[in-house]
């Protein structure tokens, strides 16, 4: 399934973003089938953002950091790559402990980071929209710190790897964030099935329309339950129609920007 929904897209979208968790719920076997499914989609030239939203500190947090997206030595002196990802997903509210070891693989890997600062779910806001005695919110004291933890990974473009994941479902928000990270790059989930729309997906994005990547799971994995002229099996055409009414979108997003 998974091979399918790649060669449905993988000439028109640069990334995938497998969710851990739906593999580990199988035990090893989901562990497998993650490992099958990073490869091929490197072999077919995408990036894989590897969405685990590690947290934890020192050696435990430099194990998750080498198990992703570095390597791992083994009783053979060897040190192969245990999943491979090009990027991981990191809960950075244990503050630069829970950080710096990811930090560090990724800049010897030359591997990226995106630290949960606005995230899309409905109560977000419970802790995320807290005042702290200075004036800021929490997630904008996260986006802070994820810009000045970022410095350290700016290469060429000016985009840090270490950068942000902000929900599509709170353009306003992004925005203000989006001016505290000038050189984060962000993933930003939402669009689709949780309700983001391309103009706010794209309030993520810098102010030449670049340094961000836009999450779609349900609604591309899912669209062909939405077509009743396909029959269940044609789900590539109906993933590949999805995605290019995407792409559209977010262009047409970008050009109307204001």
């Known amino acids: 399934y998974n091979r399918q929904l790649i060669d449905a897209v993988y000439d028109i979208i640069p990334a995938i973003k497998p969710q851990f968790a739906y593999y580990e719920m199988y035990g090893i076997h989901g562990i497998a089938a993650l490992r099958k499914t990073i490869q091929y989609a490197h072999d077919k030239g995408m990036l894989v953002i590897g969405d685990a939203k590690r947290n934890d500190i020192g050696s435990t947090a430099t194990a998750y950091a080498n198990a992703i997206i570095g390597e ?3 009783i053979n002196d060897t040190t192969p790559e245990m999943f491979g990802c090009d990027a991981i997903t990191v809960n950075g509210y244990l503050g630069i402990d829970g950080v710096k070891p990811f930090i560090d693989v990724a800049k010897e890997k030359g591997k990226g980071i995106f630290v949960l600062v606005r995230t899309s779910n409905p109560s977000a806001g419970d802790l995320q929209d807290l005042k702290l005695e200075d004036g800021r919110y929490v997630y904008e004291a996260m986006a ?3 810009e000045e933890w970022g410095k350290e990974l700016i290469g060429e473009s000016g985009i840090s790897s270490l950068g942000a994941v ?3 479902t709170w353009p306003e928000q992004a925005k203000a964030v989006r001016e505290r ?3 984060a790059f962000v993933l930003v989930p939402g669009y689709g099935a ?3 729309s391309g103009s706010d ?3 993520s994005f810098t102010a030449d329309g670049k340094g961000g990547i836009v999450n779609a799971s349900r609604s591309l994995m899912c669209a062909w339950k939405k077509r009743t002229d396909l029959e269940p099996m044609e789900f590539k055409k109906a993933t590949r129609d999805e995605a290019i009414r995407m792409r559209n979108d977010l262009q047409e997003a970008l050009k109307s920007r204001k």
Do not use: E
Request: proline content about 6%; aromatic content about 0%.
């Open 181 to 183: 990270m000038p050189h």
């Open 201 to 203: 997906a794209v309030a």
């Open 144 to 146: 802070d710190k994820v």
């Open 194 to 196: 949780q309700g983001g």
């Open 166 to 168: 902000v929900g599509a």
């Open 72 to 74: 791992t030595k083994i």
